[in-house]
């Protein structure tokens, strides 16, 4: 649907009001209507390298979801503030592994006598203090893009792996990109947590984690698209299951997912297994492409969807009558120990 004309004078309003003092981020998930708005677009991680090289910005507007405000947060210095227009804008995938459950595995591998051979590796799609216990567990981040280089270097360091928060991103870059076998990655369920023998035995522990919208897609959503759309090119995102990833003609982040649609040639097909507005988006960026979502129901991420031009003209109109609303602030150790696990994958060759 087309934006409200008047909300969009008084977003363009408050925008110009603002000037440098102000920077939006717009994850490429985000509505239409939002990214409009946006100084800059990319993944979660080109984000928040975007708000810290912005030193000269009081205000970082982010339009995405909590845990990409928090890594904004984290990289950017102590003048800068980062503002979530909705605060409900949450990640569900990120909330499936809490900080008292990680600390709780964390006894269980130590009482299993692995914990000295365990790296904690976490993907970017989760909270503040998840990062800081891999930070303070010799661990570090990664996000879609680099996950495979993020576990070599994991492996370069120990035995083990523990995975967090997404099973799919971590069992999909073991098997797919490693070479480890389906057998080398055990599932760590933490309301029915694995024997300590199991714990021996594995390479890689993937938490139980998952994405609910990337998680609609199945092998079925493949054959069917390729049943319909003779000589399509099948594109997803890493958060899909195994044997949908397996299925695939191509598999990555959104920034590689966008990079690939640019680089096709015209006239050539693509079904895409990814969030449905950046799908709807490929299709009116590249007219001369036939770009299709993978499957045939509707799947936007409910949460980013939470982040609308409504909230948005608030946040900053508020913010032109010297009011700091919907601040996202992660206090001074969890700070520390998060970017502990940022620089250590910022410093990935
Ligand atoms: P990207 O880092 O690939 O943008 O993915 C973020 C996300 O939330 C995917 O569901
Ligand atoms: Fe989280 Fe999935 Fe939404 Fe990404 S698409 S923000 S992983 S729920």
Not at 156 to 173: C, I, M, Y
Not at 201 to 215: F, T
């Amino acid at each position: 649907a087309a934006s409200d004309p008047g909300l969009v004078e008084r977003a363009r309003k408050a925008k110009e009001a603002l000037g440098d003092r102000l920077f939006v981020l717009g994850h490429h998930y985000q509505r239409d209507e939002v990214i409009q708005f946006a100084d800059v677009t990319g993944d979660s991680f080109k984000l928040a390298q975007q708000a810290a090289a912005r030193p000269g910005a009081e205000y970082i507007v982010f339009c995405g979801v909590h845990f990409m405000a928090e890594s904004a947060d984290i990289l950017t210095g102590d003048a800068q503030q980062v503002i979530l227009p909705d605060l409900a804008a949450g990640c569900s995938m990120a909330d499936m592994a809490t900080f008292d459950q990680v600390e709780e595995a964390w006894e269980i591998l130590e009482d299993a006598g692995v914990a000295d051979t365990v790296v904690p590796v976490t993907y970017m799609n989760s909270s503040a203090d998840i990062k800081a216990f891999c930070g303070r567990h010799g661990g570090t981040v990664c996000t879609s893009s680099n996950a495979k280089r993020a576990l070599e270097w994991a492996f370069e360091q120990g035995e083990k792996v523990l995975f967090l928060p997404d099973q799919h991103l971590g069992r999909n870059t073991a098997v797919l990109e490693m070479g480890l076998s389906l057998e080398d990655c055990l599932v760590y369920n933490p309301h029915r947590p694995p024997s300590a023998e199991e714990l021996r035995r594995a390479k890689i522990i993937l938490w139980k984690g998952h994405c609910s919208v990337h998680g609609r897609f199945t092998a079925d959503s493949v054959d069917d698209v390729r049943r319909r759309i003779p000589g399509v090119n099948v594109l997803v995102h890493p958060e899909c299951k195994h044997e949908v990833v397996l299925k695939a003609d191509h598999v990555g982040s959104t920034e590689y997912i966008i990079k690939k649609l640019a680089e096709a040639p015209a006239g050539s097909k693509w079904a895409v297994g990814t969030e449905l507005n950046l799908v709807k988006r490929l299709g009116q960026m590249f007219p001369d492409k036939s770009v299709s979502f993978l499957d045939k129901t509707v799947c936007y991420c409910s949460t980013m969807n939470r982040i609308d031009l409504p909230h948005l003209v608030w946040a900053l109109e508020s913010l032109v009558l010297g009011e700091v609303v919907n601040q996202i602030t992660v206090d001074a150790d969890t700070t520390h120990w998060a970017k502990v696990a940022l620089d250590r994958m910022l410093a990935l060759p």
